[in-house]
């Protein structure tokens, strides 16, 4: 079964501090990740996917396959970033996106 | 269009009645997808639409769980003799089908049904 998992239920951060969210997925071909994140009172909405290989809000991740991680990084924490930040794959067979549990992120003052 | 609709946002009902949700995709999408979310926990896939083909189904989608696209538009989730442990938030996601590009492929997230059975 397709697994991605978020080891860190909540990360605290001072604002201005790197903050780096850990992701690793179960090996199945040549998957692919993403980011989602939800803000309060907001929806979930895509933050990053690594075939674009950009960075959003400051926001950048690499896909290493040989480790099977997929971890979010940032170097310097703004407050706006306090968020659930979900991880999520999408396997070559299917369509669905398996998610992971989630990591809150707050960023203190 | 502003977006993905669920409705209703919140429901309460005891348990054993039956609860419907609906869903509005976005109007070009043609991918539709329900998940299902509980508290401390990241969202379970429940099942997706193809226009009106249903192509997937989770194990977590019980007998008692039917959801429906008729006409490739909308779609319906019924949940049927409800259980307290199917309290949840009940998100709804479309996505259009073509070549990877910004927008092709990426899941758009309604606000979600919360669903809580007393």
């Known amino acids: 079964a397709q697994r991605v998992t978020q080891p860190e239920k909540l990360l605290s951060v001072f604002k201005g501090a790197p903050v780096e969210l850990k992701c690793n997925y179960s090996?199945?071909?040549?998957?692919?990740l993403f980011w989602y994140v939800q803000y309060s009172r907001q929806r979930l909405q895509l933050l990053l996917r690594h075939i674009s290989r950009e960075s959003i809000k400051g926001f950048t991740a690499d896909l290493n396959k040989g480790e099977t991680s997929f971890h979010l990084k940032k170097p310097f924490a703004q407050e706006e970033d306090s968020a659930m930040y979900y991880c999520a794959r999408r396997g070559a067979a299917g369509n669905k996106l398996t998610f992971g549990g989630g990591t809150r992120v707050l960023v203190k003052p | 269009d502003t977006g993905v609709s669920q409705d209703p946002r919140h429901k309460i009902t005891k348990r054993g009645q039956n609860v419907t949700f609906r869903c509005d995709p976005i109007s070009e999408h043609n991918r539709l997808y329900w998940y299902r979310q509980t508290l401390g926990q990241g969202p379970e896939f429940l099942t997706y639409f193809q226009n009106e083909a249903q192509l997937e189904k989770s194990r977590l989608l019980s007998d008692r769980f039917s959801a429906e696209r008729p006409k490739g538009s909308f779609s319906t989730l019924e949940i049927q003799r409800t259980e307290q442990g199917d309290s949840a938030m009940y998100l709804c996601?479309?996505?259009?089908?073509?070549?990877?590009?910004?927008?092709?492929?990426?899941?758009?997230f309604g606000a979600g049904s919360r669903l809580t059975v007393l």
């Open positions: 090996y199945s071909g040549s998957p692919e």
């Open positions: 996601a479309s996505s259009f089908l073509g070549r990877e590009s910004r927008g092709a492929n990426v899941l758009t």
